[in-house]
C-alpha cells in the first residue's frame, strides 16, 4: 500500500468532509467503527433526584439527560469510573451538575442551560466540559439550547446529575458521532477506442488543445490517446475537464463512454462526518488513528513475547 495522504474538503465545529486518498477499504471500516464505539467523551450517568413533580418520570428524565450532549475536549484527562480508586464517583473521573427549576406561576421550559457547575475549583476542567447547545451552520451567531422538558404551573425538578468517561461501545450516549458516511471515489477512463469512432479529426486536435495534460492527437494514426504523465499519475479527471468534455460531446452528440476503474484494491474515500457537538469532527478522527496506533503496538508487544 502506497502512503496515504489527507485533504480536508469542509471544516466545522459539527461537521466535516475528509479526502482520504490511498487507502485500503478495511483500514478505512477500521477507523469508522472506532471513531463511533471507542473515541471516549463524557455523558450524563447518574442522577439524584430529590423532587420530581413534572409529567416525566424519572426513566424518562434520566434518559432525556443521558443523551444530552456534552463538550468532551478534555476527556482523556479523566480516568475511567471502573479504573478510578473512588467507591462511586469523584472530581477524577467524574463532573457534578445541578438542576433546579420551579414553575411557580407560569408553564417554564427546562433547556441545556440550566445546567450548572457544581465544585467548580475541584474540576481543572469545568470551563470546557458543558452541555452543548444546538446550533446548525445557518445559525452559528444565533445559538439555541437543547429543551430538555416542560413544566406546567407548580411543578418542579431538582437534582444532581453525575456525567462520567465512556466509549460509544458502553452505550450510545457516549458516541461523538451523529452521522458518518463513506463513499468511494471512481477513478474512471473515457472508452477512447468507441470515442475515436465517433469523431473527427478537427474534434480530436482540438480535444488535445484545449486538454494537453490528458490527451495527445497523433495525426498519423488519426487517433485520440492519453498523455502518459497522465496515467502516471493515477489521478481523476477535475471536474473543469468533465465539464469541458461533455460540452465537447453534447455538441456532437455523443454519449461520454467510460470504461471501469483503473485502480487497485487501494482507492480514494470521501468521508463525511457529522460530529454530535461532543468533540470535533476533525479531533474525532485524530483521535481514532491515535486509538489504532495503540491496539497495533499492543499486537506488536503480544507477538513479541510469543516469539
Known sequence: ?????????????????????????????????????????????????????????????????????????FAHEFRYTRECDCEQYCSKCS??????IYAEKFPQSIFSTDLNTIDKKENFFYQQINPIHYSSLKETLDQKPILIGKLGIGQRIKLVAIAKKGIGKEHAKWSPISVIKIKKIPFFLFDLKEINKKINSKTKEKISQILPN????????????YNQIFLSK????SQFDLLTLSKIFLKKGIDMQFIKNRKNENSDFEIYIESTGALNPIEIFRKSIQIIKKKLNLIGISLEKIC
Open 95 to 100: 463532573f457534578k451538575f445541578s438542576l433546579d
Open 234 to 237: 493515477e489521478e481523476n479527471f
Open 1 to 73: 500500500m502506497k502512503n496515504p495522504s489527507l485533504e480536508i474538503l469542509n471544516l466545522s465545529n459539527y461537521e466535516s468532509k475528509i479526502i482520504l486518498k490511498e487507502t485500503n477499504i478495511s483500514i478505512l471500516n477500521s477507523l469508522r467503527r472506532v471513531m463511533i464505539n471507542e473515541v471516549p467523551t463524557f455523558a450524563i450517568d447518574l442522577l439524584f433526584i430529590e423532587i420530581n413533580s413534572s409529567v416525566m418520570h424519572d426513566e424518562f428524565l434520566s434518559h432525556r439527560l443521558g443523551l444530552l450532549p456534552l463538550f468532551s475536549n
Open 214 to 225: 490528458l490527451f495527445i492527437f497523433e495525426k498519423s494514426k488519426n487517433n485520440l490517446k
